[in-house]
């Protein structure tokens, strides 16, 4: 297992399209967990899963958000109709039940022009 | 809103020398996290705090969880030219199972 994987690294899109993100986390780790970081500020908490379930949603995940773990294993973070603002990294991070210090993986980069 | 103010925003450095930063709170909290943050790639665990006055340490690195429980501090001894990054300090919210993380200390070292 080499870590926490997204893809792709790096995304430009137009505003107003949608586009996906995908994450797999560590294998053994049950909890995967969705962070934005903009230029020049820490990670900011979007959403968590434990599996399958999604137990918890920042107010920062507009309705434009979504996220999904179909499998407990994979995960997917879309965002439609994307705005200017939405341009960031996006990072994914994997522990187990309980344990503290995620591992984060090395990110999505999102630039809307 | 909860904030938790890193100390310096910028550091630069001589090779060799000593780094000292900190992290304050106006909360309490009972698990104090140091992360280092590479261009271009998420941030890694450094160490891990759990006690109030605690100290630890990982390898030039250590830390201490601030005896009021509103601040931490983390020093770098002997600096090397791959210490350059940014830190970040984060607190886990107890029962919020997530992350909250500091504005962070951006370290450069000049050879």
């Known amino acids: 297992d080499t870590g926490v994987s997204q893809d792709p690294r790096h995304k430009i899109t137009k505003r107003g399209q949608n586009v996906t993100f995908r994450c797999d986390p560590i294998s053994e780790h049950n909890r995967l967990y969705w962070y934005r970081q903009t230029l020049g500020q820490g990670p900011e908490f979007l959403t968590y899963f434990q599996n399958e379930a999604q137990l918890e949603k920042s107010r920062l995940l507009s309705n434009r958000f979504s996220a999904e773990r179909p499998k407990g294993s994979f995960s997917t973070l879309e965002i439609q109709r994307t705005e200017q603002g939405d341009s960031a990294m996006y990072l994914c991070?994997?522990?187990?039940?309980?344990?503290?210090?995620?591992?984060f993986g090395s990110g999505t980069r999102l630039t809307v022009v | 809103g909860q904030q938790l103010n890193q100390s310096p925003q910028s550091m630069f450095i001589q090779e060799g020398e000593d780094v000292s930063m900190n992290c304050t709170s106006s909360s309490i909290f009972n698990t104090w996290l140091w992360y280092k943050q590479d261009p271009g790639e998420g941030p890694v665990l450094l160490i891990a705090?759990?006690?109030?006055?605690e100290l630890t340490s990982n390898g030039r690195l250590t830390a201490q969880f601030g005896i009021t429980r509103k601040d931490s501090f983390l020093n770098i001894s002997a600096s090397i030219p791959s210490d350059v990054g940014i830190y970040f300090c984060a607190i886990d919210q107890t029962g919020a199972n997530n992350l909250f993380f500091g504005t962070g200390t951006r370290l450069t070292v000049i050879p």
């Open positions: 705090l759990y006690k109030a006055g």
């Open positions: 991070a994997s522990s187990l039940e309980g344990g503290h210090g995620y591992t």
